[in-house]
């Protein structure tokens, strides 16, 4: 993936380390399940965050149920969870549902460009 997406894509285990893993740009991965009403709660504020940062940031969607091997190798329990990875390494995580805009200010230390 040479462009970051400006709308959150879909990762899963087969594809998560070429994906996420090898990417230059940073990708903060969105942990989630269908039963989890906080993670409905966040999408919306996922997908604004995708286009308005679209080159410095990419959102990625892992559905928890249906991909156990990454979460259980970061050892995510809660959900939602967001996870941001850096040069191939997470940098920093994030649990549960939050405001945009206090996403936005444990996210600007890792990215360039990001402002809350």
Same mark, same amino acid.
């Given at each position: 993936m040479a462009d970051a997406p400006s709308a959150p894509f879909t990762v899963t285990d087969a594809d998560f380390d070429e994906t996420v893993?090898?990417?230059?740009?940073?990708?903060?991965? /969105?942990?989630?399940a269908a039963w989890c009403g906080p993670c409905r709660m966040i999408a919306p504020v996922l997908e604004q965050l995708a286009g308005e940062y679209a080159g410095k940031l990419k959102i990625a969607k892992l559905?928890? /149920?249906a991909n156990p091997d990454v979460p259980a190798r970061y050892g995510i329990l809660g959900l939602p969870t967001l996870l941001l990875f850096k040069g191939g390494e997470p940098v =920093? =995580?994030?649990v549960g549902a939050k405001p945009k805009r206090a996403l936005l200010k444990e996210l600007q230390p890792h990215i360039e460009g990001i402002s809350a």
């Open positions: 893993l090898a990417s230059e740009t940073p990708v903060l991965v /969105d942990f989630w559905d928890y /149920d =920093q =995580q994030i």
